[in-house]
């Protein structure tokens, strides 16, 4: 049987990071490759030294996509040692200025695809497998010109925390990682172009080898710096009214 791990929005930003630490890490037999780009994926296959890297061109965003993915375990039956499920993405503005099918879609890949996928990939999951679902910092804190983005990473946070609890009796370990301001493409699809670059952001690199320490301490959830920790503090002192009214000065001056 194949010992495999499974990394989706593997094409770019933490996707891509985490493919190459976990080669670099884990013994396995393949790496399943889940994005849209397939010449991306094709090319981070190629970069891979220990396992084989198996390019699996889906749209996670429609329910097709997903089916990929899940007809694709049903043929193999694969030993999954780890599932990342990482695909997803944001949009920046106030809720009633951007386009309604974005935010559509933001719930759809964020929270629908990330709850099918878990739950397609949790039978080919043994004793001593992982999961780890990629939520945000934004989970914490209800984030105004950002509303939709942050309302599906706080399900994703809450999710993730709660299936810990969950399959602690089945010896596998769910790890949540909570990234602040990271290094990769996500502002600039955020903002349609107009932002290159987050302030203050870490770097993939870093934030994907803490995650994977952290998930072998068998912790819950992984904050990579001290700042992202002291906001997450702070999330369950300070009232969602005051966290609302404080993002929205904030994000317009």
Known sequence: MKRIAIVTGASAGLGTEFVVQIDRR?????????ARRADRLEALAERLTRAR????????????????????LAAEQPDLALLVNNAGFGRYGRFEEV????????????CRALTAITYDALPYIRPGGAV???ASLAGYVPIANHA??????AYALSFGVALAGEL????VRVLTLCPGPVATEFASVASGGTRKKM?????????????????ERRRWISLTTLNWKLTAAASRILTRRFLARYT???RRE
């Open 132 to 134: 780890i679902q990629v």
């Open 99 to 110: 386009e309604r099918e974005p935010q559509l879609e933001m719930i759809d890949l964020n």
């Open 53 to 72: 890297g198996v390019a699996v061109q889906a749209d996670l965003g429609v329910s097709e996509g997903v089916e990929v993915l899940r007809e694709r």
């Open 168 to 171: 602690e009796e089945r010896s």
């Open 199 to 215: 302030r203050g952001a870490e770097s993939a690199e870093r934030v994907v080898r803490v995650a994977l320490d952290d998930l």
């Open 148 to 153: 939709v983005y942050a309302a599906t990473k």
């Open 26 to 34: 884990m013994e396995l037999d393949e790496i399943w490759l889940v």
């Open 248 to 250: 929205n000065r904030t």
